[in-house]
């Protein structure tokens, strides 16, 4: 079993922002790193993409969180679970780094806060689902 809660000694001290993609007009896209800055494909292409990989899998738990549960769900700093905007607790996850870690990360939210999410009708059979060809 995977250790999904990190403490507050070991969490990930990201930005709130990191992660995330933006494109400029004429200037390509460009990733918001650990400590808030903006890196950009063409220029720094190699930490550009090791970026991506570190956070192409919480995206995606991410957005299926979201298109799941009516776009309720959203990492803040530290990688802390925000849900209605509402920080949960104070509880540092950890990054999932592949797509059955994603599958876990989906169905252990899901289980264990429900009553945050409980305007959202879903089986409890549920499962997460996705090509790689879907990921970001």
């Given amino acids: ?10 969490r990930l001290n990201l930005n709130k922002k990191a992660g995330e993609l933006i494109h400029a007009f004429g200037e390509g896209y460009f990733i918001i790193d650990e400590y808030g800055r903006e890196v950009n494909t ?3 292409e190699k930490e550009f993409n090791r ?3 570190k956070f192409r899998y919480r995206h995606y738990l991410i957005e299926k969180l979201k298109e799941k549960f009516n776009k309720t769900f959203e990492f803040g700093e530290d990688n802390v679970l ?11 996850w950890n990054l999932p ?3 059955e870690e994603v599958g876990l990360f989906f169905k252990y939210i899901r289980d264990k806060y429900t009553n945050e999410i409980d305007s959202v ?7 997460l689902s996705f090509n790689k060809d879907e990921l970001p």
Avoid: A, G, P, Q
């Fill in 42 to 44: 063409f220029t720094h």
């Fill in 82 to 92: 925000f849900i209605y905007n509402r920080r949960l607790k104070v509880i540092y």
């Fill in 51 to 53: 970026l991506i990989e």
């Fill in 97 to 99: 780094k592949n797509k």
């Fill in 1 to 10: 079993m995977i250790d999904f809660e990190l403490t507050y000694e070991k």
């Fill in 121 to 127: 009708n879903y089986s409890k059979n549920e499962t």
